[in-house]
């Protein structure tokens, strides 16, 4: 199973999530695909959500992680996104 890149936040109000800068979550790729515990799955603004958040301790993350791995995802936990992934997601759109 490929392995997907994935980054934990918190944003300000405490809430932990997740973002997979190389998912896109629309046409153009502009847009990576999100997961929190409430809400699940949904469209982030990656630039945006970095500037308004901070990164998530393993203890903060943990409960996410599970949920996540029990939904199927095999993940490579990283602290920032690469251009390069950023480009991989701009691509997937593309071809999607």
Excluded: K, W
Excluded at 49 to 70: F, H, K, M
């Amino acid at each position: 199973m490929e392995s997907t890149i994935v980054i934990f936040r918190v944003d300000r109000e405490g809430v932990v999530f997740a973002l997979f800068p190389e998912l896109p979550d629309d046409y153009h790729g502009f847009y990576c695909t999100c997961y929190q515990q409430v809400g699940q799955h949904c469209a982030a603004d990656y630039y945006g959500c970095i500037a308004n958040s901070r990164p998530a301790t393993p203890v903060e993350y943990a409960g996410l992680l599970v949920e996540l791995q029990r939904r199927g995802y095999e993940m490579e936990i990283r602290q920032r996104a690469s251009s390069a992934m950023h480009e991989r997601r701009r691509q997937a759109a593309a071809i999607a």
